[in-house]
């Protein structure tokens, strides 16, 4: 699997360039390098959101806290509610079920200097690991 950011023009990638984390598309291709996972960051000034889209369905994740200390978004995914989560100051993003409180999978950074190592232990198969993916890359790019 191959996760990567892309932009949909040459504006852009310079504004993001120039004003980091603007623009956040991400998508998620396969082995075979078929998008199975596109995240289009839907630009507001005041609270951040993308469209996720997965097997011909749409799917919204959107800012609840501003804090950089401690991000949350709330991400709806067949009927069911999730999560995305630091702890304040952790190392570690997550996912979790709002209705059972369950974790679903978690991000951990092993090392904080540039190149970074993650590990990714994902529990539960309701959310797609492609998915899953693509809400962290977004996290962990966002607030790094």
């Known amino acids: 699997m191959e996760v990567q950011r892309y ?3 040459l504006f852009e990638r310079i504004i993001d360039f120039i004003i980091e ?3 956040l598309n991400v998508k ?3 082995t075979e390098q078929n998008t199975k996972v596109s995240c289009h960051h839907n630009l507001t000034f005041l609270k951040d959101s993308w469209t996720i889209s997965a097997q ?3 799917f919204q ?3 609840i ?8 978004y709330a991400f709806t995914y067949q009927n069911s509610r999730y999560l995305l989560y630091r702890d304040f100051l952790g190392s570690t993003l997550r996912i979790q079920n709002v209705d059972t409180k369950k974790v679903m999978s978690e991000y951990k950074y092993l090392n904080l200097l540039p190149l970074r190592k993650v590990k990714l232990t994902h529990y539960d198969d309701t959310i797609d ?5 693509g809400l962290y890359l977004i996290l ?5």
């Open 7 to 9: 932009y949909n023009n």
């Open 21 to 23: 984390g603007f623009y």
């Open 28 to 30: 998620v291709c396969d």
């Open 56 to 58: 011909q369905e749409q």
């Open 61 to 63: 994740l959107k800012c």
């Open 65 to 72: 806290t501003k804090i950089r200390t401690n991000p949350q």
């Open 129 to 133: 690991l492609s998915i899953s993916l």
């Open 140 to 144: 962990s790019t966002k607030y790094p």
